[in-house]
């Protein structure tokens, strides 16, 4: 453990700034322009010990950076940070007196709770549904509830490569059923090239593996080892911090080695599986996909014939539609129909839109999903 000392760094936009903290009497001020990100704190797979030897740190950004911040306390311990907004025009004494805890105890009032900034939503990058209103937030816990073979996985990497491609968002997913070679760098290849391989040249190939490289990484289970929740989660902390993810996707679920404690019942042990998801999400600012198989009951009968698949149709617990903050449900109603998407929970309506269905047709050409008919009257009312 890093031996501290009792003064305060405080990180800042610019050099002029940081000349003007040490004048006000910071210790020392580290420069960390906003595109950076978290990235301007670490040094290799951890905290740059220039950094972290401070025992108080006070993060002074602009107006704007709200999450950035909480980034970087995340990292740093938010037990020892505090943090100031630095407006234009402000005295860098005043903002040093000005800062505030960005941890404070479970009971507190509403000045001890950091400002978060204005909520910020995000498009997924699939035409029909950005064009409804559809929009992601940040953190968020989303599963995707759907039957084997019924394209969920495949939706799931467009939506991967969509936020790379849009927002910058790095991803984890985890390779269980599918090994990442040859399988998923043959679907990422041709997403992110979008046509099919064999119309790409090995420059094109080359160029997509590259990316590939620099946006996502990928969760394999050890040799002759169980995954349990807890080597899971811990895992995953590893990987957010290592490689600065924003999207972390289980796929599937099912997979995992589920142990319940004595006494337990499934439901509330995925109750507290969620939640422990759910948290991550929160620490980190992710967005946290899990993907998730219903059981064979009569769902199936009833969405073959016409019928809606809804959250509450995921295996185990009531959890997935309770805990949501986004909800999707994938399936296909036959065999030779499309494949249907019930975009079934949005948190916050008034940023996030409005639930709704399309009906899906994939492009074997790209590999990707286009919208063909959307809206809640597509669904077949049969008795």
Same mark, same amino acid.
């Given at each position: ?84 907004? @630095? ?243 994938? @399936? ?52």
């Amino acid at each position: 453990m890093t031996k501290r000392i009792d003064s305060m760094l405080v990180i800042v936009a610019n050099e002029q700034h940081a000349a003007q903290a040490k004048a006000a009497g910071a210790r020392a001020a580290h420069v960390l322009a906003p595109n950076m990100g978290v990235a301007g704190i670490m040094l290799g797979d951890g905290v740059s010990p220039a950094i972290d030897v401070f025992g108080r740190i006070l993060i002074a950004l602009p107006p704007g950076c709200e999450d950035l911040r909480d980034d970087i306390a995340v990292r740093l311990g938010d037990d020892r940070c505090s943090a100031s907004e @630095w407006t234009a025009g402000s005295d860098a004494a005043d903002i040093m007196a000005r800062a505030k805890p960005l941890w404070s105890d479970e009971i507190s009032t509403l000045d001890d709770i950091p400002d978060p900034g204005p909520q910020k939503v995000y498009t997924t990058g699939i035409d029909g549904l950005d064009r409804h209103g559809l929009r992601l937030i940040l953190p968020a816990f989303m599963p995707v509830i759907g039957p084997y073979g019924s394209g969920k996985s495949i939706l799931i990497r467009q939506l991967l490569v969509n936020l790379w491609r849009l927002h910058g968002w790095k991803f984890l997913l985890t390779s269980f059923e599918e090994k990442v070679k040859p399988r998923y760098i043959r679907d990422f290849r041709r997403l992110l090239i979008g046509r099919a391989l064999e119309d790409c040249s090995p420059v094109e190939i080359a160029h997509a593996d590259d990316e590939l490289r620099q946006c996502g990484v990928f969760l394999r289970r050890g040799r002759n080892q169980l995954l349990d929740a807890d080597r899971l989660l811990g895992l995953l902390n590893v990987a957010v911090r290592r490689h600065d993810l924003r999207v972390v996707c289980i796929d599937p679920v099912n997979e995992i080695d589920h142990q319940l404690a004595r006494g337990e019942s499934r439901t509330d042990y995925m109750g507290r599986f969620i939640m422990r998801l759910k948290q991550l999400a929160d620490d980190y600012g992710l967005l946290v996909i899990v993907c998730a198989h219903p059981p064979k009951d009569g769902s199936e009968k009833r969405i073959a014939t016409g019928g809606l698949l809804t959250l509450n149709d995921g295996a185990d617990t009531a959890h997935w539609g309770n805990k949501a903050d986004i909800g999707w449900c994938v @399936w296909r109603p036959g065999l030779t129909g499309p494949t249907r998407l019930h975009v079934d929970k949005l948190k916050d309506h008034d940023i996030m839109g409005k639930p709704t269905v399309a009906d899906l047709r994939l492009d074997p050409y790209t590999g990707r999903f286009e919208v063909n008919r959307i809206g809640y009257e597509i669904i077949e009312k049969r008795s």
